[in-house]
């Protein structure tokens, strides 16, 4: 089992571009949710995606978008970036409302 | 509003001291609770949870943690520190989203 995995790992993007971030659940997990960790702090939830439709949201607006597919990997779009959405997003995935399991998440670095 | 607290931002133990770490929480309900374990740049790796029923529950890597109602906390313990336990350490709380607290990072000196 692969566990979480997500892509890119790195990357670096301009401010005002927009940006996709992908999420291959573990095997047998149903639901996806997105978190936000800035530099030095806890992680914050984005949101979470169940059988296709976002189920729960965090404080975040609404340039943060995502999608699940039916095979239940997940999407996390940026649009118009901003310097303070440098972070590592990490994406975790669970069983319904079991405990989550995290990937390693992807850096990225708005310049 | 739900919230967890982590009181301690950095802690600094001896290798082979105990270990504990501190965590509130601030629910309407008892929630799911959770530690996790973060090393540099790295996702987090679940230690332990709690769900219900007994209160002290063990976990991965030689940690345990005791739930406490009536002090609102879920605290993590571990008898014998090693220098590879040297981390950042999330509390996090759950009634369908996790809500971490703020992470305590651990040194350990030899």
């Known amino acids: 089992d692969a566990g979480v995995t997500q892509s890119p790992t790195h990357l670096i993007k301009t401010r005002g571009q927009q940006v996709t971030l992908r999420c291959s659940p573990k095997?047998?997990?149903?639901?996806v949710s997105w978190y936000q960790q800035a530099l030095g702090q806890g992680p914050q939830f984005i949101f979470q995606y169940y059988e296709e439709e976002e189920r729960q949201r965090g404080n975040f607006p609404d340039r943060f978008s995502g999608h699940q597919f039916p095979n239940y990997s997940s999407e996390l779009n940026v649009n118009a970036l901003l310097l303070g959405d440098s972070a590592l997003y990490l994406c975790a995935s669970s069983l319904w409302d079991t405990e989550a399991f995290f990937g390693q998440g992807t850096r990225l670095t708005v310049v | 509003a739900q919230s967890v607290t982590q009181p301690d931002i950095h802690i600094t133990v001896s290798e082979g001291a105990s270990l504990e770490l501190r965590c509130n929480y601030s629910?309407?309900?008892?929630?799911?609770l959770f530690w996790y374990v973060q090393s540099p740049g790295q996702g987090l790796q679940l230690l332990l949870k709690?769900?219900?029923?007994?209160?002290l529950v063990q976990g991965i890597k030689g940690f345990e943690a005791e739930f406490k109602r009536s002090q609102s906390s879920f605290n993590l313990r571990k008898p014998s520190v090693h220098w590879s336990d040297a981390a950042e350490y999330f509390c996090?709380?759950?009634?369908?989203?996790?809500?971490f607290g703020k992470g305590t990072k651990l040194s350990v000196k030899p």
């Open positions: 629910y309407g309900a008892t929630p799911y």
């Open positions: 095997s047998g997990h149903d639901t």
């Open positions: 996090a709380g759950s009634q369908g989203n996790l809500i």
């Open positions: 709690y769900f219900s029923g007994d209160t």
